[in-house]
Nanobody, 125 residues
């Protein structure tokens, strides 16, 4: 079993930045792709970004391209999401998840089996 714990959320003004972290327990972290998803109030969960097992391939949702960067440190069992130029519409609970695959090619949430509890990101205008 893998446990994922997110941190780094908070309240930030529009245009600001936040760096989210997701710490994973278990020895299988480096074998699998990791993703970030978000869920805004009253909306369904949506894909944000995914990174492959080694950290050299990534994929982003259109809204995240150019503003968000996903990275990982397998030595620390941690995946990160750097978010810049934040907008009020980025307000959501952000969750990390572990894929059942090692590649970043499969990013639908049905391909992710372990999920964290999420961290709240609120962007004020």
């Amino acid at each position: 079993q893998v446990q994922l714990v997110e941190s780094g959320g908070g309240l930030v003004q529009a245009g600001g930045s936040l760096r989210l972290s997701c710490a994973a327990s278990g020895h299988t972290f480096s074998n699998f792709a990791m993703g970030w998803f978000r869920q805004a109030p009253g909306k369904g969960r949506e894909f944000v970004a995914v990174i492959n097992w080694s950290g050299d391939s990534t994929k982003y949702a259109d809204f995240a391209k150019g503003r968000f960067t996903i990275s990982r440190d397998n030595a620390k069992n941690t995946v990160y999401l750097q978010m810049n130029s934040l907008k009020p519409e980025d307000t959501a609970v952000y969750s990390c998840a572990q894929s059942i695959y090692s590649t970043q090619a499969y990013y639908d949430q049905t391909y992710f089996r372990f999920w964290g509890q999420g961290t709240q990101v609120t962007v004020s205008s």
